[in-house]
């Protein structure tokens, strides 16, 4: 089961560095997959910054538990795509939907599962699962 959640977290984060890559790199067209636009300089800056950190620092967390199979540096990630999917949720029940709104939020929905599963089931912080040291 360890090998087979690091794995998954180990793919979920090699996604994930390269949608910040993405941001970071070019936001324009990193953006109009994820519905934006922003030609001004404000609006691209953000993208930069916001996005790719957002993915980045997931893929660092979900890179790291999964190399040592620790609990305890998996929670940035969890938070991240929680509240994502969280926001998502709100928006489609205050707004409404959309063409492909299952996607993004099949994808944040498939990283909260992975990553809860392997906080419950890796050690936390080299003790016992699920354990606080």
Do not use: C
Request: glycine residues 10%; hydrophobic residues 60%; charged residues 10%.
């Amino acid at each position: 089961m360890h090998f087979i959640l690091a794995a998954l977290l180990a793919l979920g984060a090699i996604l994930d560095l390269l949608l910040g890559a993405s941001f970071f790199i070019d936001p324009a067209t990193a953006g109009v997959d994820f519905g934006l636009q922003s030609p001004t300089p404000m609006g691209l800056s953000a993208m930069r910054g916001d996005f790719a950190a957002f993915f980045w620092v997931a893929a660092i967390s979900m890179g790291i538990g999964a190399w040592k199979r620790r609990a305890d540096v998996l929670w940035p990630a969890l938070a991240l795509f929680a509240i994502a999917f969280s926001g998502r949720l709100v928006n489609l029940f205050v707004v409404g939907d959309y063409d492909g709104w299952w996607q993004p939020m099949t994808v944040e929905a498939l990283h909260v599962i992975v990553i809860a599963l392997a906080i419950r089931t890796f050690p936390w912080n080299g003790t016992s699962p699920a354990t606080p040291a």
